[in-house]
Nanobody, 126 residues
Framework: QVQLVESGGGLVQVGGSLTLSCAVSGGTFSPHAMGWFRQASGKEREFVSYIRLEMGSTYDADFVKGRFTISKDNAKNTVYLQMNSLKPEDTAVYYC???????????????????WGQGTQVTVSS
């Protein structure tokens, strides 16, 4: 049973920072990629960032470039999302997701992922 557990969310002021963690357990496969998505209240889920676990290559949504950084610790089976210069519009539930196999141009689409965490709330106050 594969489990993804996010942590690190919370309340932060505008301009502040948070680091989200996503710990993966279970399964007998080597996952191909991990992604972060978010969903604000009343809005659709949107892509934030992904990392290919073997190569370490990453891709970010335009609205987080220069502010958020995705990284991994293979030894800990954990992926991180370092979030700096937070804005009120970053307020959302943040989800991590796991894709087991490679795909062409699909990693920004949440429907491509096989497993999801339960989400962690990030609230940026002004």
């Amino acid at each position: 049973q594969v489990q993804l557990v996010e942590s690190g969310g919370g309340l932060v002021q505008v301009g502040g920072s948070l680091t989200l963690s996503c710990a993966v357990s279970g399964g007998t496969f080597s996952p191909h990629a991990m992604g972060w998505f978010r969903q604000a209240s009343g809005k659709e889920r949107e892509f934030v960032s992904y990392i290919r676990l073997e190569m370490g290559s990453t891709y970010d949504a335009d609205f987080v470039k220069g502010r958020f950084t995705i990284s991994k610790d293979n030894a800990k089976n954990t992926v991180y999302l370092q979030m700096n210069s937070l804005k009120p519009e970053d307020t959302a539930v943040y989800y991590c997701a796991l894709r087991t196999t490679d795909c062409l141009g699909c990693l920004t689409n949440g429907r491509a992922y096989d497993y999801w965490g339960q989400g962690t709330q990030v609230t940026v106050s002004s």
